[in-house]
């Protein structure tokens, strides 16, 4: 007798991801910098089962530990690490074109304070870096995904917002920006909702953009189209056991 198929209801569960894996063409320069600066720069997260990464031997000291997250060509990352060098940048990008010029422009700054992973952020929140670990969280210009179907695969979600109040330190803050009206809107209803994080401009109130955030191409082509960025700002007031 063969065996039975199993149901449909037991096949794997796939995660949604809020990205679509792009690898794109990279320039020669790019290509090099991922085989040469990488073992320098970058850094490999491991699986779920393996030990998460040991921050402080990876910067060489204890700082203030920021995030970010789909740091896109690393123009911002760059810059916030150039005008904070007191704290310390993991960027967390999937786009190999993009994680090669961030490398580059690293190189090019002589930057000791800002490392790589070229990984789903989601994924190393939840199983690479430790709770209460992060002073802050930024993410710029996520990809709003507009269509109604596919609201689901958006990064902020309640779920997110459980997660990143537990990785803050108490005091801790997520930068979001977007140029998507409705998305930021999606998300301040989505922050508000969240006991453990409080909004820095007050309840409903979207921020001016801080000089500490570097305008991107992104960014301006976006203005040029008449789709002007909204920033927010929220506290963790609280924390996780």
């Excluded at 917002?161 to 108490?170: D, E, F, G, N, Q």
């Excluded at 930021?184 to 922050?191: C, G, H, K, S």
Aim: include cysteine.
């Amino acid at each position: 007798m063969s065996e039975a198929k199993p149901a449909a209801s037991e096949k794997p569960h796939r995660a949604i991801r809020s990205f679509v894996r792009r690898e794109g063409r990279a320039t020669l320069g790019q290509k090099q910098a991922m085989e040469i600066l990488w073992p320098e720069y970058g850094f490999e997260s491991g699986g779920p089962t393996e030990a998460a990464p040991d921050f402080v031997c990876l910067f060489g000291r204890k700082a203030p530990l920021v995030l970010e997250i789909g740091f896109g060509d690393g123009e911002a990352l760059v810059d916030a690490a150039v005008q904070n060098p007191q704290q310390d940048f993991i960027g967390a990008e999937v786009y190999t074109p993009g994680v090669g010029h961030c490398l580059m422009r690293i190189e090019q700054e002589q930057l000791s304070n800002v490392r790589l992973c070229q990984e789903d952020a989601v994924e190393l929140l939840k199983h690479k870096i430790s709770d209460h670990s992060l002073d802050e969280i930024r993410l710029f210009f996520p990809d709003p995904w507009p269509k109604k179907k596919h609201h689901k695969r958006r990064i902020v979600n309640p779920a997110f917002a459980a997660l990143i109040s537990r990785k803050l330190v108490p005091g801790g803050r997520l930068h979001f920006a977007t140029d998507w009206a409705p998305y930021a809107d999606w998300t301040m209803e989505i922050l508000e909702a969240c006991v453990t994080l409080e909004n820095v401009a007050g309840v409903g109130q979207f921020m001016a953009r801080p000089e500490s955030r570097l305008v991107t191409k992104f960014e301006r082509r976006g203005e040029r189209l008449k789709q002007y960025s909204q920033d927010i700002i929220f506290r963790n007031v609280g924390c996780h056991d």
